[in-house]
């Protein structure tokens, strides 16, 4: 299929052939319809590795992950950068005229999932949905998905074996036969990224994928003592014939948990629980207070 030049990327292409003819970005639509997403995005909470992507990149991964997955059931494995959200929401506003049928994010935050169903229920997206979800406990989806997309805690400090848990239920999701992305660093300059890259792609062929495409540098994030730092897109394609070795079962393995989420932070947390719906947009009462002019003082 020969891309067609007006697309918002210019990536590498793809290996299907699309379902309809892709239609010229619009981009300021499009950056505003994933301002609209950000806007309702829970902040991130650091101790769980969660950062979230600069919106300029948002904005070409959702169109990259919508071209990838159109057509198909898409799992992500964690999303507080709500990738998700923007890849449904852009489609559902005729911004994009291609995406997947279906979406659903799988996270432990209650905070995130319910962002997510917000905004579903506000903008009446049909086939965009989310559940509460640990990766140490089995995935068990009511229904296998097409491909998974997951942007995992980086296992700077454990070669990358937080990312082949995340991986690993995706995986499973896609009952060991689909096709995944994963998002994670990137850096010539750095050791632990490449040691990190080679741990994913020595497990994905350890369970029955292999590389299929990789896009090098692409996504910047709010990180204060790593502005730099850079993440890829890294493309696992099943092998024909693919099964699953066992069961999806609870990760209980210690050693797989040490340093999940960086140094001396293993996983400790059922669920992040909510304890209030907050509107992510605006100023919350306990941010400031008001001092009044003198006239009203009386
Ligand atoms: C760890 S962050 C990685 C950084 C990424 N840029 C982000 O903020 O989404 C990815 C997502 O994984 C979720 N997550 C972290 N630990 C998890 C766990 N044990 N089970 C399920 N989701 C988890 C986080 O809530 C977050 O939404």
Known sequence: MARVDTKL??????????????RRVDLRKAINAVSDVVQNRPRPLRIFDQIHMKTGDMVL????????????????????????VCVAYLRAREVLNFGPLHITVFDFD??????????????????????????????????LFDCFYTNPPWGASNNGE?????????????????????????DDELEWPKRVLA???????????????????????HLDDAPDLKSCNLYLTALPGNRAAAPSAAITDTLRLENFYGLSQRPTVRYVRAKRRLDYGVAHEDEYELELLSHDRE
């Open 9 to 22: 990327s210019s990536t590498a292409p793809p290996t299907t052939v699309p379902s309809t003819e892709r």
């Open 162 to 186: 937080s990312v082949n848990v995340f991986v690993e239920r995706g995986m499973e999701a896609t009952g060991h036969v689909g096709e995944g992305v994963v998002v994670i660093a990137d």
């Open 110 to 143: 209650e905070r995130t999932v319910e962002a997510v169903k917000n905004f579903a229920d506000r903008e009446r997206i049909a086939n965009l949905d989310a559940r509460l979800y640990n990766v140490l406990d089995p995935m068990e989806p009511d229904k």
């Open 61 to 84: 991964q959702s169109e990259m992950i919508a071209d990838w997955a159109d057509g198909k059931r898409l799992a992500f494995i964690g999303d507080g950068d709500a990738i998700s």
């Open 199 to 221: 741990s994913v792609q020595g497990f994905a062929a350890r369970h029955g994928f292999y590389v299929s495409r990789m896009q090098r540098k692409l996504h910047e994030y």
